[in-house]
């Protein structure tokens, strides 16, 4: 069993529809959450980064973990064509401390 | 203000080669991360350099090896080519303090292993 699962997709929405992509995991010793963007042919760029448990919202992106189910969440209001990437999800703490431990990413198409 | 700079950006080797990838760290950044990225799948840790000494090393036979130069830019070696070894190699930089949590990703250099 891998420490951290993620849908690979793809997930095609129209544009202007709310995305839910999603992470599971299984070390409780995990205790930052991050989630990166990776267009094609690009390195993975942070989109958001969470201590712990709770939400935290920038502009259209939101992103929610709870430590009790291990499960975290990105939520993009308002999708854009542009937003059409790999969502790669990555946590790290405890032995992981100087590394992160990936999701296999979801494609994520959004369609004009 | 440049990012992480990595090459070559694209390669190919035949089985049994040998390879140097190199990267230079974000401005300001004094830590780099390698990561190992197969087709379809997420990143992958190799090993994190700081001062000059590996840190920490993730599930990479001694095959994988690394530098680290006073200048904190960064070299990944990787003996004895597998055909397996095909993939994306990422460098990451970081402050020493942030751990793992706030990586800047290089572009990457594809490698393909014929």
């Known amino acids: 069993q891998k420490e951290v699962e993620q849908d690979p997709g793809p997930l095609s929405v129209p544009e202007g529809a709310i995305v839910s992509l999603n992470c599971t995991y299984s070390n409780s010793a995990f205790q930052y959450f991050m989630w990166y963007r990776q267009y094609s042919r690009k390195g993975p760029e942070l989109l958001m980064y969470t201590y712990s448990s709770g939400n935290k919202e920038d502009g259209r992106f939101t992103a929610q973990v709870d430590k009790s189910s291990k499960y975290i969440s990105l939520f993009i209001r308002d999708s854009q064509p542009s937003d059409s990437a790999t969502y790669l999800c990555a946590m790290s703490g405890g032995d992981s401390s100087y590394k992160l431990i990936f999701g296999s990413g979801t494609r994520l198409l959004v369609r004009p | 203000d440049a990012g992480v700079t990595q090459s070559p950006t694209h390669l190919i080797?035949?089985?049994?080669?040998?390879?140097?990838?190199?990267?230079?760290?974000?401005?300001?950044?004094?830590?780099?991360?390698?990561?190992?990225?197969?087709?379809?799948?997420?990143?992958?840790?190799?090993?994190?350099?700081?001062?000059?000494?590996?840190?920490?090393?993730?599930?990479?036979?001694?095959?994988?090896?690394?530098?680290?130069?006073?200048n904190y830019s960064s070299e990944l070696n990787v003996n004895a080519l597998l055909l397996g070894d095909s993939a994306l190699y990422l460098c990451a930089s970081s402050l020493r303090h942030s751990g793992a949590n706030v990586l800047t990703f290089g572009a990457g250099s594809r490698l393909t292993v014929l």
């Open chain 2, 13 to 70: 080797k035949t089985r049994g080669q040998q390879v140097t990838l190199r990267c230079s760290p974000k401005s300001g950044h004094d830590t780099v991360s390698w990561y190992q990225q197969a087709l379809g799948q997420g990143p992958q840790f190799i090993f994190q350099y700081y001062e000059e000494e590996e840190r920490q090393r993730g599930n990479f036979p001694d095959r994988f090896s690394g530098h680290q130069f006073p």
